[in-house]
Every structure is written in C-alpha cells, then in structure tokens.
C-alpha cells in the first residue's frame, strides 16, 4: 500500500504522539499538531490526504477548524474525534464536510480503519474532479 500523509490535530499531546508513532509504524506520513490555527497554517505549505481533528480544543475548536480547512483543501477528507457526549459537533461535522466521527477513547485498529476508508474515499473523489 502506498504511503499517504496523515495530520493528527488534537491539544493532548501524549495522544498526537502516540497517533504519529503508530501511524509511522504502519509506514505512514504523519504529522501533528496541538491546535487548529496551526493545522491551518500547515496546511498552507502542506498537502495532507487525511486529518483527524479534534472537536474540543482550546482557542478555535474542532468546527471552526474543519470549516477552514475545508475553504483550503476542499479534498482533504477529514474524521472528527468527538469525546465528552459531544455527539452533536460530530454531526455538525458531517454536515460541513467530514468524512466521519468516532467518539473518544477510540481503539487504534477501528482509527486505523476509518483513516484508510477516509483515503480510499478522497482517491474516488480526486478521479470524479
């Protein structure tokens, strides 16, 4: 399977270094980072093929940051991360555009699942446009 690049946004950073570790075990390109203004600007000199976004972060949370990202790479397929019974933010997530959510803690194996669909689905679009 080809590589393809992974942004974990989430403010645990015990959780987005676990995620980079174990997604670069798994031979993909990982980065992340602990808020949502700075998945921003990385998107401007980055391109990635799937994000895991947290909905609770301090400063611009999940949302605000899945709309923006979406103005920049409108390809880009995104999963919420929702915890706390914030299952309404994962369905206002779905209506702007994510590809999914799955609630907090979330087993690494149907994480792992959900970031391979998420690509298989942006390849599919990328052929349609």
Do not use: W
């Amino acid at each position: 399977m080809e590589s393809f690049k992974v942004l974990i946004v989430d403010d645990e950073e015990d959780f987005v270094d676990t995620m980079i570790r174990r997604l670069k075990a798994k031979g993909f390109d990982a980065r992340g980072v602990n808020r949502g203004k700075e998945a921003l600007e990385l998107l401007d000199e980055n391109d990635f093929d799937v994000c895991v976004l947290d909905v609770k972060m301090p400063g611009m949370d999940g949302i605000e940051t899945l709309r923006e990202m979406k103005k920049k790479k409108p390809l880009m397929e995104v999963i919420m991360l929702t915890g706390h019974g914030s299952v309404e933010s994962g369905v206002q997530g779905l209506q702007l555009g994510a590809y999914n959510y799955v609630m907090k803690p979330v087993p690494f194996a149907d994480l792992l699942q959900q970031i391979n669909q998420a690509y298989e689905r942006k390849m599919i679009e990328e052929e349609r446009s």
